[in-house]
C-alpha cells in the first residue's frame, strides 16, 4: 500500500509574476510526505516556509509544478478543494484571531457544522476535540475571548481537529506564548500525534521548539528545502544553519564545545534527555 499522503512535484510559485516585484518564493520544490510522520519545516522569516504549507491544503496555487493528495492531483479541475481543507487542517499563526462564536463550544463545532454533519455528530467531535486538547470543561460555554492565550490556542487547534483533518498543519503555534504556554502547546501537539497517529506538519523558526518532538526536519532556504532528515542529521549541519540565520539547539553546542576539549561524546545528542544519557555513558567509561 502506498503510504504517501502528500507530493510536491516540481513546485515553484511566484509573487507578482511578470512584474518588478517579482519574487520567488518557492524554487522547484519536490517533497513527499508520509502518513502518520511528524514533520518540522523550520526557516528564517522569508524563507519560503509558509508559503510551502499553504500549497498543501489549496490556499495557494503554484505558479509551475503539481500537488498530490492521496494520488489526486489537487490542481485536475474536477478536483474538489473544499473537501481538500478539511482533510488538510491549518491552523494558522495566532489562531485565536479566527475565534468568532458566542462560546468556545459553538466555535469547535462550526468545522463539523459546515461539512454538513448532523447535530450530533457536531457536537460528539466538538467535545472528543475539546477533550484531546484538554480545555477544562467549564470553558466550554464560556466566550472564547474570556480565555488565556493558551487555551484560546488549545480551542482554535480543537476547532481545526474537529473535522477529522488527517493532516495538521500548525504555522507557528506557540508564538507569542511564554515558555511555560509554549512547552504546552507542543507537548499537547506531541500527545495527540501519538494517539492519533495523523501526519503533523509543525511550522517554526525555532530549532529549540522542533528537536524535542519531531522525527523529520524540512530546512527551507531561498524557497528550497536545504535539509531533509531526521534531527540528528540535520543539527550535524549547525555551521551552515547558522550561516542560514538559525540556530542549532543548545544541546548541540555543548556537545560539540565537550568533544572539542577532548571529552569522548556522540555529539549527535539533539535534546537533553539524550545529552544526559552520553555525558553518563561518558563518565562511566
Same mark, same amino acid.
Not at 518540522?40 to 490556499?59: D, E, F, M, P
Not at 498530490?68 to 488538510?88: A, E, H, M, W
Given at each position: 500500500?502506498?503510504?504517501? @499522503?502528500?507530493?510536491?512535484?516540481?513546485?515553484?510559485?511566484?509573487?507578482? %509574476?511578470?512584474? !518588478?516585484?517579482?519574487?520567488? !518564493?518557492?524554487?522547484?520544490?519536490?517533497?513527499?510526505?508520509?502518513?502518520?510522520?511528524?514533520?518540522?519545516?523550520?526557516?528564517?522569516?522569508?524563507?519560503?516556509?509558509?508559503?510551502?504549507?499553504?500549497?498543501?491544503?489549496?490556499?495557494?496555487?503554484?505558479?509551475?509544478?503539481?500537488?498530490?493528495?492521496?494520488?489526486?492531483?489537487? =490542481? &485536475?479541475?474536477?478536483? &474538489? @478543494?473544499?473537501?481538500?481543507?478539511?482533510?488538510?487542517?491549518?491552523?494558522?499563526?495566532? %489562531?485565536?484571531?479566527?475565534?468568532?462564536?458566542?462560546?468556545?463550544?459553538?466555535?469547535?463545532?462550526?468545522?463539523?457544522?459546515?461539512?454538513?454533519?448532523?447535530?450530533?455528530?457536531?457536537?460528539?467531535?466538538? =467535545?472528543?476535540?475539546?477533550?484531546?486538547?484538554?480545555?477544562?470543561?467549564?470553558? =466550554?460555554?464560556?466566550?472564547?475571548?474570556?480565555?488565556?492565550?493558551?487555551?484560546?490556542?488549545? #480551542?482554535?487547534?480543537?476547532?481545526?481537529?474537529?473535522?477529522?483533518?488527517?493532516?495538521?498543519?500548525?504555522?507557528? %503555534?506557540?508564538?507569542?506564548?511564554?515558555?511555560?504556554?509554549?512547552?504546552?502547546?507542543?507537548?499537547?501537539?506531541?500527545?495527540?500525534?501519538?494517539?492519533?497517529?495523523?501526519?503533523?506538519?509543525?511550522?517554526?523558526?525555532?530549532?529549540?521548539?522542533? !528537536?524535542?518532538?519531531?522525527?523529520?526536519?524540512?530546512?527551507?532556504?531561498?524557497?528550497?528545502?536545504? =535539509?531533509?532528515?531526521?534531527?540528528?542529521?540535520?543539527?550535524?549541519?549547525?555551521? /551552515?544553519? /547558522?550561516?542560514?540565520?538559525?540556530?542549532?539547539?543548545?544541546?548541540?553546542?555543548?556537545?560539540?564545545?565537550?568533544?572539542?576539549?577532548?571529552?569522548?561524546?556522540?555529539?549527535?545528542?539533539?535534546?537533553? /534527555?539524550? #545529552?544526559?544519557?552520553?555525558?553518563?555513558?561518558?563518565?562511566?567509561?
Amino acid at each position: 500500500m502506498n503510504d504517501n @499522503i502528500l507530493i510536491m512535484d516540481h513546485v515553484s510559485y511566484k509573487y507578482s %509574476p511578470d512584474t !518588478a516585484y517579482e519574487v520567488k !518564493a518557492l524554487d522547484d520544490v519536490s517533497l513527499t510526505i508520509k502518513k502518520g510522520e511528524f514533520i518540522g519545516i523550520i526557516g528564517h522569516t522569508g524563507s519560503g516556509k509558509s508559503t510551502l504549507v499553504q500549497h498543501l491544503n489549496g490556499l495557494m496555487r503554484a505558479t509551475e509544478g503539481h500537488i498530490y493528495f492521496n494520488g489526486q492531483d489537487i =490542481y &485536475d479541475k474536477d478536483y &474538489d @478543494i473544499r473537501s481538500l481543507r478539511t482533510q488538510v487542517g491549518m491552523v494558522f499563526q495566532y %489562531p485565536e484571531h479566527q475565534l468568532f462564536e458566542t462560546t468556545v463550544f459553538k466555535d469547535v463545532q462550526f468545522g463539523p457544522k459546515n461539512q454538513g454533519l448532523d447535530e450530533k455528530e457536531q457536537i460528539k467531535r466538538a =467535545y472528543e476535540a475539546l477533550t484531546l486538547v484538554k480545555l477544562p470543561d467549564e470553558f =466550554y460555554l464560556a466566550s472564547p475571548f474570556e480565555l488565556s492565550g493558551g487555551q484560546k490556542r488549545r #480551542a482554535a487547534i480543537a476547532g481545526v481537529i474537529a473535522m477529522k483533518p488527517s493532516v495538521l498543519i500548525l504555522d507557528e %503555534p506557540t508564538a507569542g506564548l511564554d515558555p511555560r504556554g509554549r512547552d504546552e502547546i507542543l507537548g499537547l501537539i506531541s500527545d495527540m500525534h501519538e494517539k492519533r497517529g495523523d501526519t503533523v506538519i509543525l511550522v517554526s523558526h525555532s530549532m529549540e521548539d522542533v !528537536a524535542n518532538y519531531v522525527d523529520r526536519i524540512i530546512v527551507m532556504d531561498n524557497g528550497r528545502p536545504a =535539509y531533509d532528515g531526521a534531527p540528528k542529521d540535520v543539527f550535524s549541519h549547525y555551521k /551552515e544553519l /547558522e550561516k542560514m540565520g538559525l540556530a542549532a539547539p543548545q544541546v548541540t553546542y555543548v556537545m560539540n564545545d565537550l568533544k572539542a576539549q577532548g571529552f569522548d561524546v556522540d555529539t549527535s545528542a539533539t535534546t537533553v /534527555e539524550e #545529552a544526559k544519557e552520553e555525558i553518563l555513558k561518558m563518565l562511566g567509561r
